[in-house]
């Protein structure tokens, strides 16, 4: 009968990459130029809620995102629905009399409800999170036998980032040789457990969502840069064995070194773009100075900080934007650095802290 529905649930973290993924090979299949490492965040803070739902009763496929019913014609959700409906397997709930067999999934449809429990338009990755967990619940829902690597490569094709969120703790994502993308996945290299010192600060400078999508933008930094070239050839593959060992050895300093390095010649590669792109700040709008002055304080401050204390204490990284992501080698430090952030920007008496933005006029943390 037509009156059941089928549902999982999943929940999602973000993950911020220390050595970055930049640039693509196969812009269809999302392939890299180079391997990335993330760390993934706790599922408190910044993750995606995901419930999918099957029944014979759904006539077509429908998303929602945030409550707001969304298209679901583009290339990057059909491939990911695409891939899970040719893995999905025989299912059978004998209490509830529902039988669905492998050929039945290709004909019933979908509802995706998708929920961020941060402001989308916060200007913070939220399609990182929000594909791996799509992914995972499909996969569930369908009872597909393949596992989180395998998973990965799936959700690589929703976004690049994405395949990282599909594990916790630290993990790298592999480029891969295969034209077809079949070993571009991710794998975990340590535990969420495994370096549980660390502490993570996002310092919001602009709650505007980025003008140059990373599409566009590793698009022309590919055609035009030759740092990048340099980057992914000559750079990353040292750095990237660097990274491994500066994890596997809970080494905050060779760590912090290397993340900041990175971040950096991230947007170098940016500038080295033509016409250039300058992330830190968002030009269109009246706070240009003010963000990249902001961003520039916060690596002033932490540069200073670590220069002063003789070893790092905090790493700074940023994305494809101007909110600034601050390791902290402990709690200690984090509350250090936190106060030192408050005394530099400083807030007026009524602020919320947990919705403070520092640059065109937050800080959330993690
Ligand atoms: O997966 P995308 O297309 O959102 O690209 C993410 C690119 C960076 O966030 C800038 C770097 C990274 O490795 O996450």
Redesign the pocket.
């Known amino acids: 009968s037509g009156k059941w529905v089928l549902m999982v649930t999943a929940q999602t973290p973000t993950?911020?990459?220390v050595i970055?993924?930049?640039g693509k090979r196969d812009e269809t299949l999302i392939l890299p130029v180079n391997d990335?490492i993330?760390v993934t965040l706790d599922p408190d803070h910044l993750c995606t809620t995901t419930t999918v739902a099957v029944s014979p009763s759904f006539d077509h496929d429908r998303m929602w995102l945030n409550a707001k019913e969304i298209s679901l014609s583009g290339g990057r959700f059909q491939n990911c629905l695409r891939e899970i409906r040719n893995r999905a397997c025989d299912f059978e709930d004998k209490e509830k009399g529902i039988k669905i067999e492998k050929k039945d999934w290709e004909k019933l449809h979908l509802h995706i409800a998708s929920y961020n429990n941060f402001p989308t338009a916060a200007g913070l990755?939220s399609?990182?999170a929000g594909f791996a967990c799509l992914v995972f619940a499909l996969a569930k829902l369908m009872n597909a036998k393949e596992d989180q690597s395998q998973l990965s490569a799936i959700a690589r094709q929703g976004?690049?980032?994405?395949c990282r969120s599909l594990f916790g703790g630290f993990v790298k994502w592999i480029m891969g040789k295969d034209e077809k993308g079949s070993d571009s996945l991710a794998v975990q290299l340590a535990d969420e457990e495994h370096w549980n010192d660390l502490v993570i600060v996002i310092a919001v400078v602009s709650s505007r969502q980025k003008e140059t999508s990373?599409?566009s933008g590793?698009r022309e930094s590919v055609e035009t840069s030759l740092l990048l070239q340099h980057r992914a050839k000559e750079v990353v593959p040292k750095r990237i064995v660097q990274m491994e060992e500066a994890i596997k050895n809970r080494d905050f300093s060779s760590f912090a070194q290397l993340t900041c390095a990175d971040s950096n010649q991230?947007h170098a590669v940016c500038l080295d773009t033509s016409p250039p792109i300058f992330y830190m700040n968002d030009t269109s709008h009246r706070q240009f100075s003010t963000n990249m002055e902001t961003c520039f304080r916060i690596i002033s401050c932490v540069e200073k900080w670590n220069r002063s204390e003789g070893s790092p204490q905090v790493a700074y990284t940023f994305?494809?934007g101007p909110n600034a992501v601050l390791i902290a080698r402990n709690k200690k430090v984090a509350a250090q650095l936190l106060q030192r952030l408050l005394f530099i920007f400083p807030p007026s008496s009524d602020t919320d802290l947990n919705s403070y933005v520092i640059g065109d006029k937050s800080i959330l943390h993690d």
Not at 159 to 162: E, H, T, V, Y
């Open positions: 993950n911020i990459a970055k993924y930049w990335s993330s990755a399609s990182a976004s690049g980032s994405a990373s599409t590793m991230f994305d494809a």
